[in-house]
């Protein structure tokens, strides 16, 4: 399916579905932006993020700040020294934090978590890109989307999820 999806720009199930920028075939594509702008703008209950590079990317800000004035309960956890771009982590969260007035949950990893999972109540998506105009924009990428239902790895993504948050501080921009 993958490679029917690498190949083609196809994907062949109802259940989940491949996401990726691919710049080396013949008519490249970049759908990541547009995919984690669709999560976090269908969410209607909650909205997580866990980031290991996470850019003040103005559609991203405005999107999840747009959630929360919806009532989405908001969750973000990012490693608390990024080994890479921990400025522009600390300032998307630092913008996060005004634009929302303190009212979204942010956390810090103590270690370096290389995490990009973004999940709503309607479906979860992670794979190796982070939220950076460079990911979005130059480099080849693959995320797996899975709809929200009831899937073993959906609920053990959750599942670390949980104990990481569990293990991290929260941010205090």
């Known amino acids: 399916a993958c490679l029917d999806k690498l190949e083609h720009n196809r994907d062949t199930s109802d259940a989940y579905a491949f996401r990726m920028n691919n710049k080396t075939i013949n008519t490249p594509v970049f759908e990541m932006y547009e995919c984690f702008l669709s999560i976090i703008n269908g969410a209607q209950k909650e909205l997580v993020i866990v980031m290991a590079y996470f850019a003040p990317i103005t ?73 950076t105009n460079q990911a979005f924009s130059q480099l080849g990428e693959v995320d797996i989307e899975l709809k929200n239902e009831d899937i073993p790895i959906i609920n053990q993504l959750k599942e670390s999820v949980a104990e990481n948050w569990s293990l991290s501080q929260p941010a205090d921009d």
């Open 59 to 131: 559609a991203i800000i405005r999107a999840i700040v747009s959630a929360w004035k919806r009532g989405v309960k908001i969750r973000i956890l990012i490693p608390e020294n990024a080994n890479f771009q921990n400025h522009s982590n600390r300032r998307t969260l630092s913008l996060l934090m005004k634009y929302c007035r303190n009212e979204i949950e942010v956390r810090l990893s103590p270690k370096m978590i290389h995490t990009k999972l973004i999940f709503s109540e309607n479906s979860v998506m992670f794979g190796s890109c982070n939220i």
